[in-house]
């Protein structure tokens, strides 16, 4: 039984130390491993011609994982894992034009009801309608009138009644005093409902004033806040600290091989000089693999740019793990957020 036991956790030892070297092991290539980079533009002048062309191709671990993204042409952008594709941005476009219109076919393919008979709001049982569209059906006769006509004989038939309900204890007094009283009143509610405006817009601007106010008083208490924060020792110290990480992260990022091939002219000669006098200026910094011409009989430009370089993931880790570790940045992050007031 004994003997059982020592070889189920034998067993479970060598899977877990597996489990534990196969993690190691992918740590490392995602650390240590570079992510290589190529990027190439061309630019020619002519009809038909795009104006830019742009290839960038992303590749790791010897080309385990390869993306490839061109501009313009049909595949835009493509990722290949062991030599197999995963990824065509061109084929799901088409994935979704096929989807619409087969959507587009099964609805044109509906059909009506065979009968052809359609449901009416309005309709009753026993296939009486009511008085839609100005006609009505009667029960007894089985003859339709217009609505028009039975509104005017109800209009004819009692008109005493609509009299009677027209005139009653509230009714105003006639002649000229009850007119005056009439207009002064609704002069009186008019001047009550103007007032009424007048307070409530006053009491709006006040109200806009003050709140204004504040926070114009609140922005100013925060600046001069963040400002004497960034006079501190802390905010410079760790300003240099970030200065220092950001500069060894752009030397990882420079390209290792650069080249450029260009052919510049301007609408004016004068310009395309200057264009070159500056040039000149850079030939330290580009090297001999930069050469531009000038071009002073037209405007344009052509020519090819190449760039190829690499990446490690450990450089940023550290730069991270350095700025995330550091006291000075935590204090000055505590400042920011006024917790250390």
């Known amino acids: 039984m004994l003997h059982i036991i020592l070889l189920i956790l034998k067993i479970i030892g060598i899977i877990l130390l597996c489990i534990l070297g196969i993690l190691l092991f ?10 290589w980079y190529r990027v190439e533009i061309f630019r020619e002048e002519g009809e038909g011609k795009p104006p830019v062309n742009v290839r960038v191709k992303i590749t790791w671990l010897l080309h385990l994982i390869n993306v490839l993204l061109c501009y313009p042409a049909d595949v835009y952008v493509r990722a290949r894992i062991f030599l197999f594709p995963v990824f065509r941005m061109p084929e799901k476009e088409k994935k ?3 989807k619409k219109e087969k959507d587009g076919r099964t609805q044109t393919d509906r059909k009506e009801p065979a009968d052809g008979t359609e ?8 296939g009486h309608a009511d008085s839609v569209g100005g006609v009505r ?27 009677d309900e027209d005139a009653g204890p509230s009714q105003q007094p006639s002649g000229l005093d009850g007119r005056w009283i009439g207009k002064l009143k609704e002069l ?35 600046i001069q806040y963040y400002r004497g924060v960034m006079e501190t020792e802390t ?6 600290l970030c200065k220092r990480q950001v500069k060894a992260l752009l030397k990882e990022m420079k390209p290792d091989k650069f080249e ?3 052919v510049i002219g301007a609408e004016d000669p004068a310009a395309t000089g200057e264009i070159l006098a500056i040039c000149g200026m850079l030939y330290p910094l580009m090297g ?15 020519g090819y740019v190449y760039m190829k370089g690499r990446i490690h993931a450990f450089p940023f880790l550290c730069a991270a793990a350095k700025v995330y570790w550091n006291k000075d940045i935590r204090t000055l992050m505590k400042l920011f957020k006024k917790e250390a007031v």
């Open 288 to 302: 001999q693999n930069v050469r531009v011409l000038g071009d002073f009989e037209r405007a344009h430009i052509e």
């Open 188 to 222: 009186i509610d008019k001047i009550k409902e103007i007032i009424k405006k007048i307070k409530a817009a006053a009491e709006n601007i006040q109200y806009t004033i003050r709140c204004f106010c504040d926070k114009m008083k609140s922005t100013s208490d925060n």
């Open 235 to 240: 905010f410079r110290r760790s300003w240099m």
């Open 26 to 35: 992918t740590v490392c290539c995602v650390l240590l491993v570079p992510l």
């Open 137 to 163: 059906t009667t029960e007894e006769t089985g003859q339709t009138e217009p609505a028009e006509e039975e509104e005017k004989r109800a209009v004819l038939e009692e008109p005493a009644a609509v009299e």
């Open 260 to 262: 450029a091939d260009l």
């Open 119 to 126: 449901d009416s709001p309005n309709g009753g049982k026993d």
């Open 96 to 98: 979704a034009g096929r």
